[in-house]
Each structure stands twice: as structure tokens, then as C-alpha cells.
């Protein structure tokens, strides 16, 4: 067998529209904050449901810029989730502040809104959810806490692009919301790119700005900004891959699905769940358990890719060595991060592919 983690072959059904939206750019001459920047922000705001959407370079650079947009800097805390990639905490240290890591809940991987509240202190500025694996966090329980203490919200959308919590699109909750647009997520482009979404008119205003170097007017600088703007060419690609989200979304969701029927009773293998009320578009398709080392060797023998995200939970990366935690501060983490693998899934992947893979699990537990 030869079945990838992830295979870009979905693209082909789109070359030629991929093609012509290539050659649209060169053809205009107009290479940065063009025409294809603001018409794909209204469509993504379209597609969202929201009043406002601003492009950026990639998704850790929305989260920085909305951080930044909300005030939030030096001396000020952000609670973020212990089980997530490293993004999300960076952001925070990007603006100065603090990431503070709260658990996830073990059934669902996504931050637990019973926890919020006790790592709350008075330093705290926001609370950034993050919609784990594709499965929608539980957003209506996080901004009551968030109103209740005053607290802002900013969403990690990148890995839950389509997905819903009672009915609303992840990403339009929190004041100001990041998403990426990596080639791996479920809308990618064919290069880095990210997106702030929001409702607050002020808050787009003030990331537009930040990203193009504290500038409204070419030359006139307000205030000190950056360069993280949205290329024109990945803006093309990303208006042709649009359209086609919510159906590759369903692709995704009955991988997910037949993966769940094959695998069930399948030794001490536990099967992602659906939080209640929120939906999941399975970024990524998330099993666990302890015999997760051997299993991905075991695959991998028989021409399987897995992937495991993420070996090295925040708190224990080098990187975080100064906040003085130590293995066994969370434990939840620690333990999806110790059993997590995940499964090969992309739009179009035969059935086959998905059977042989669940059958290679199966004959691996004995099953």
C-alpha cells in the first residue's frame, strides 16, 4: 500500500480554475492589496456570516494582529488551551503577554470551559479558544465567562474552517478572530495565509492597519505596524477553493464517519466524539491510545502515513522553559499527547484508502 497522511490530488478537479486565477494576477499587474485581496475578504466574510474580515500573511500573524488590535501587551495574561500547537501561546508571547494553560476537556481535546474560570486573575486580558482537530469549541459557555469577567475573546479558527457551534460559524464569536489558510487546512492556499475575522468595524479598521505598516495612506504612518498582508496570488487561489469548502467538508465528515464504523471495539482504540450543540469538519481525524508508538510503526510498515499532533504539548516545549512548568502541571495534555494519532484524511480519499487503513488498525489489534 502507498496511502499518504494527506494528498493534494482534490486540486485537480480546480487546476484549470486554479490555472486562470493565476494568470488573472499576472495579467492585472497588480501584485499587493489588489482586487483579489478585497473580494476574497467579502466572500470569506459571506461565508462566515460576519461584517468584517482582513487578510493576513499567515494564521499565527491574524492572532498577533488581533491581540494587538484589542491592547493586549506586556503584563497582561491570556488563557489558552494546554492542548493545542504552539501557535496559540505564541501569539500571546509575540504581544508580550502571558499564556496561561488551561486543560481540555479529555473526551473532546478542546479547552474545558469548567477550568476558564480558576485560572482567571487580574492580569487576565482574554481567553483564546481554539476549535481543536476541526470540532467546534464551546463558544457560548466561553463568552459568558468571558462577559462576566470582562475578559476578551479570541478564537484560533485554523484548524475549523465550516465548523458550528448552535448553528454559528466558528471564527464570529470572539471580538477578533485568527484563522489560517496553510495548504493543509481544510481551506488552504498554496502558500501562507491567514485572516482576522470580527463584527467590530473599529477592531477590522485597526488590524487593516497594523498590517500594512501602521499605514491608511501610502507614506503616513499612525501607528508602529508590521508587513502581514494577504498576497494577491494566494487571494485567487483561495477564492477558487471557496466554493468548494462546504463539500469537501461532507467529504471529510463521511471519511470520519466510516472510519468510526470500522474501527469500533477495535482494542483500546478511542474514536473522536462530537461535543453536543457544535459540529466537527475533521481537520483531522484524531484516535488515541497507549499503544500509540507501536501502532504508527505498524502502519507506516504497511505504507500508511500518520501524523501525531502534537507530541510535545506547550508547556513542555523548550521554547516555554521560563514559565517553570514540568511534566506532570498538565496532565491531560500530556496524556493526549502521549496516545494521539492521526489518520490519513483528505477530500476525495477513496474508500479503498479508507478501508485498507481501518483494516491495517484492526489486524494491528488483533480484530
Given amino acids: ?23 488573472r494576477v499576472i495579467d492585472s499587474g497588480w501584485f499587493v492589496n489588489g482586487e483579489e485581496v478585497s473580494a476574497f475578504q467579502n466572500e470569506w466574510a459571506d461565508y462566515l ?58 473526551e473532546t481535546y478542546n479547552i474545558d470551559p469548567r477550568r476558564i474560570e480558576a485560572a482567571i486573575t487580574n492580569k487576565t486580558k482574554a481567553i483564546m479558544p481554539v476549535h481543536l482537530y476541526g470540532q467546534a469549541a464551546e463558544m457560548t459557555a466561553i463568552m459568558e465567562i468571558a462577559e462576566r469577567h470582562g475578559l476578551f475573546v479570541v478564537e484560533d479558527n485554523a484548524q475549523a474552517q465550516g465548523a458550528q457551534h448552535k448553528g454559528q460559524k466558528t ?62 496570488m494566494q487571494a485567487a487561489f483561495l477564492r477558487v477553493k471557496l466554493p468548494h469548502l462546504d463539500e469537501w467538508t461532507a467529504q471529510r465528515q463521511a471519511i470520519a464517519s466510516a472510519y468510526r464504523e470500522w474501527l469500533n471495539g477495535a482494542g483500546d482504540l478511542v474514536l473522536p466524539v462530537t461535543q453536543v450543540d457544535s459540529s466537527h ?26 501524523l501525531i499532533h502534537y507530541p510535545v504539548p506547550p508547556h513542555l516545549q523548550e521554547c516555554y522553559q521560563n514559565l517553570g512548568y514540568k511534566r506532570g502541571d498538565f496532565p491531560i495534555a500530556e496524556e493526549i499527547a502521549d496516545t494521539a494519532l492521526s489518520l490519513p484524511v483528505w477530500p476525495g480519499m477513496p474508500d479503498a484508502d479508507v478501508l485498507s487503513v481501518a483494516s491495517s488498525i484492526k489486524a494491528f489489534f488483533n480484530v
Fill in 1 to 23: 500500500m502507498n496511502i499518504p497522511f494527506l494528498s493534494f490530488g482534490f486540486h485537480e478537479q480546480i487546476r484549470e480554475k486554479l490555472l486562470e486565477a493565476s494568470i
Fill in 171 to 232: 471564527g464570529t464569536f470572539g471580538h477578533c478572530n485568527g484563522t489560517s489558510f496553510y495548504p493543509g487546512k481544510n481551506l488552504g492556499a498554496l502558500g501562507d495565509a491567514g485572516a482576522v475575522s470580527t463584527n467590530d468595524a473599529e477592531l477590522a479598521h485597526k488590524v487593516k492597519v497594523l498590517s500594512n505598516y501602521g499605514s491608511q495612506k501610502k507614506y503616513y504612518n499612525e501607528v508602529i505596524g508590521h508587513n502581514n498582508r494577504l498576497d494577491e
Fill in 281 to 306: 469538519v475533521y481537520h483531522l481525524f484524531v484516535v488515541r491510545t497507549k499503544q500509540r508508538n507501536a501502532l504508527a510503526q505498524h502502519l507506516n510498515e504497511n505504507g500508511i502515513g500518520t
Fill in 49 to 106: 456570516a460576519c461584517g468584517h474580515t482582513v487578510g493576513t500573511s499567515n494564521g499565527l500573524d491574524a492572532l498577533i494582529l488581533s491581540l494587538k488590535a484589542l491592547g493586549i501587551g506586556a503584563g497582561d495574561e491570556v488563557i489558552v488551551p494546554s492542548n493545542t500547537y504552539v501557535a496559540t501561546a505564541l501569539a500571546a508571547t509575540h504581544v508580550g503577554a502571558t499564556p496561561v494553560f488551561v486543560e481540555p476537556k479529555i
